[in-house]
């Protein structure tokens, strides 16, 4: 079992930034892949980022150029930096690790994004 942790959710403004953290129980270091999801109210769950055991990371094409994903094994964490933050970010953020066949999931963080 591995237990996730998001944090560092919030309100912010428009055009501003946030770091999200996303800290396991366990080494991530053989994570197959961590990846972040958002989901809006009324809408489906949707992946935002992905970073691999081999540090490749993809980006879902609304948040290219503004969203970085990264790792940092020593502290079993993932982070999501978030830049030039727009309204329709706002979303429950969801750390979500994959090991093998088993899939584990957070209890997500509150991004919203308002003037």
């Known amino acids: 079992q591995v237990q996730l942790v998001e944090s560092g959710g919030g309100l912010v403004q428009p055009g501003g930034s946030l770091r999200l953290s996303c800290a396991a129980s366990?080494?991530?270091?053989?994570?197959?892949?961590v990846n972040w999801y958002r989901q809006a109210p009324g809408k489906q769950r949707e992946l935002v980022a992905a970073?691999?055991?081999?540090?490749?990371?993809n980006y879902a094409d609304f948040v290219k150029g503004r969203f970085t994903i990264s790792r940092d094994n020593a502290k079993n964490t993932v982070y999501l930096q978030m830049n030039s933050l727009k309204p329709e970010d706002t979303a429950v953020y969801y750390c979500?690790?994959?090991?093998?066949?088993?899939?584990?999931w957070g209890q997500g963080t509150q991004v919203t994004v308002s003037s």
């Open positions: 979500n690790a994959v090991i093998s066949y088993d899939s584990f």
């Open positions: 366990r080494s991530i270091f053989r994570f197959n892949v």
């Open positions: 970073i691999t055991v081999g540090d490749s990371t």
